[in-house]
Structure formats: structure tokens, C-alpha cells
């Protein structure tokens, strides 16, 4: 998969704005079967903020992202081979329908401590999902967000947080069709801050709940089992100001997801998930008005025999990334 993002923002006072497009390559070519590839423009994203700082016992920050539909939809049966694995390509999606998503979110500090909390509902246009797909509406999104933070001591800061998401549900020609289970993330933080340097570790857990499916009868039906298996997630990240200039970083991540827990030969188990990457970049300025970036990181996953969403055995996937970015300032 390549991709060619481009992104331009704006500040005015307590007011911004930016937007988001790209052009991606994708294609996937199996040891059997045909392969396929698909060159399009992706989705474009414009988020709009406004702050509102002391002038309240809290700040506040008011948010508005549109999702506008410069994608591709409506994809031949062919091309669903390419919706990969988000553990493996970053881009999942082609292409989605008008999406809109306010959001509220106000913090507040007191000495040491400092404390947010963000709510946000998505509204999710409906699109042509395949040629035989046809009027699929996705289901609104609730969400909800909370963290605080506490200042040990200028090195020293920890934090706690977490995220609520409930799923609305997902509609064909007007027909429910299926919805996601409610998703629940929880997480801490450490991080220490030198001059020159400075490190944090990050450990988060998920769980996602039952996902009901439609039946027989054309109605949504909830599983005796959970098809996702709970997952944690822990982040090693060091950075170093080799020069005012240059900055060099590096991230270790590992991956754990427990198999769900239907039975080994049922047709919707799931295997369990391991996966280790790492992650080198480096960030150069020139100037005042230009940055340049480079970012190589590469992963290792072992995937258990799964029954879901196709058959197969146990598996390992070995890949790497390079990412190049340029930032210009006026």
C-alpha cells in the first residue's frame, strides 16, 4: 500500500481549521487466486475547532469534523480482498458516505493536577458499500473520553484514561443489519522529561461486547459468545534533541488479543493475536518554515488458527514501513 497524504491548517486567534486528503495504491496479490489493486482519491476530512480559555471555571474546547465523500464506494466484489487488516495496511477504508461528528470538551487545572472530559456523537451517511451492496447505513457513534493528569515533579507526570463508545445499528435498504458491540478502553501512563531527552510508557486494555448479527429470520441476534477477544496494548516511546534542529525518536509496541471465546470449531472463533513493531524516525527543521521527517518501522504478528471471518490456520505476517513527510510554515 502507498499513500500521499496532504493536510492544511489554519489558526485564527482561538479559532482553527484544517483539512485532510490523500491518494492511496493499494493491491494484493495471494500465492492462489487473482490479484487486485485499486488506485483512488481517499475520503477528505475537515475539522474545525474553537477555544474558549479563561473565561469560565473550565476551558472549552468545541469541535466540528465533516468526513466528505471524495473516496471510492461502490466497490466491485473483486476489490474486497484489499480491506486488509488495520494491524497490517493504515488504510483500511476507501471510502464512506457524508460522516458528521460534534464534539465537546472542557478541562480543568488545579496546581499538580489537570483533568478533561470530551463527548461526541458521529452521524454516518449512508453509501454504496459493493456493486451488490447497495443503501448501506451505518449506525451513529456515541462516544465519551476522559483523562487525568498528575505532575509528580518537573520530570515526572502519570496519567489515567479512558474511552466509552456505543454503536448505533448498521442498516441495508433499510433493514437492520448489524451492530457493533459497546467498546470500553482504560489506560495509564508514565512519562519522564529530561532537557534533551524524554520517555514515556503507555499500557491500554480494551474490551468490546457482544455484536448482534442478523439471523434466519432477518432480525438482529445476539451470540452466546463474544466474538472479540479482550486486547492489551503497551507503548515504549523515547525521544532525543540531538540538535535544536534534529530530533530523533524511537517506539516499541506490542500487541496481545485473547481469542474470543467461542468454541475452537465454530464458524465464528477467532485465534488469538500477537504482534511486536518497531519504529525509528527522525525530524529535521530548516528554518522557520520547513520541517522534513523520515520514519522506517517494521512488525512481526502470529495470528491463531481462525474460523473468522474465513478459515485458516495459524498464521505469521512479517512487514515494514517508510514514511516521508514535509512541513511548510506561512
Do not use: C
Not at 22 to 48: M, R
Not at 164 to 184: L, M, R, S, T
Amino acid at each position: 500500500q502507498g499513500i500521499i497524504p496532504l493536510k492544511v491548517s489554519t489558526q485564527m486567534q482561538n479559532f482553527s481549521a484544517s483539512i485532510l486528503g490523500g491518494y492511496a495504491y493499494t493491491s494484493y496479490d495471494p500465492n492462489s487466486g487473482d490479484s487486485s489493486s485499486l488506485s483512488h482519491t481517499l475520503d477528505s476530512k475537515v475539522n474545525l475547532t474553537y477555544e474558549i480559555l479563561d473565561k469560565l471555571p473550565f476551558d472549552v474546547l468545541l469541535g466540528f469534523d465533516v468526513n466528505l465523500p471524495t473516496g471510492k464506494t461502490n466497490l466491485q466484489q473483486k476489490d474486497l480482498s484489499l480491506l486488509m487488516d488495520p494491524d497490517l495496511v493504515s488504510i483500511t477504508r476507501f471510502g464512506e458516505g457524508y460522516n458528521f461528528n460534534p464534539t465537546l470538551t472542557v478541562a480543568k487545572e488545579w496546581g499538580d493536577w489537570v483533568a478533561g472530559l470530551g463527548v461526541g456523537y458521529v452521524w454516518r451517511g449512508s453509501y454504496d458499500f459493493t456493486t451488490d451492496l447497495h443503501n448501506y447505513d451505518p449506525g451513529g457513534i456515541f462516544t465519551t473520553t476522559g483523562e487525568i493528569r498528575y505532575d509528580f515533579s518537573p520530570f515526572w507526570t502519570a496519567r489515567l484514561f479512558g474511552q466509552y463508545a456505543h454503536y448505533g445499528k448498521d442498516q441495508v435498504q433499510n433493514q437492520d443489519y448489524y451492530q457493533e458491540g459497546d467498546f470500553y478502553m482504560a489506560g495509564a501512563g508514565l512519562r519522564h522529561s529530561q532537557k534533551k531527552w524524554n520517555a514515556s510508557f503507555t499500557l491500554r486494555y480494551l474490551y468490546r461486547g457482544k455484536s448482534q448479527f442478523q439471523d434466519t429470520a432477518g432480525t438482529l441476534a445476539t451470540p452466546n459468545h463474544n466474538n472479540y477477544g479482550n486486547e492489551w496494548i503497551a507503548d515504549l516511546l523515547a525521544r532525543y534533541l540531538l540538535t535544536e534542529e534534529m530530533t530523533l525518536w524511537t517506539r516499541l509496541q506490542g500487541l496481545y488479543i485473547k481469542a474470543n471465546d467461542f468454541p475452537s470449531n465454530s464458524s465464528f472463533f477467532v485465534g488469538r493475536r500477537e504482534k511486536i513493531s518497531l519504529e525509528l524516525g527522525g525530524k529535521k527543521s530548516f528554518g522557520e518554515h520547513f520541517d522534513a521527517g523520515l520514519t522506517v518501522k517494521g512488525f512481526y504478528m502470529d495470528d491463531e488458527a481462525s474460523q473468522y471471518p474465513v478459515s485458516k490456520g495459524d498464521t505469521s505476517y512479517r512487514g515494514f514501513s517508510v514514511m516521508g513527510n514535509l512541513t511548510a510554515r506561512f
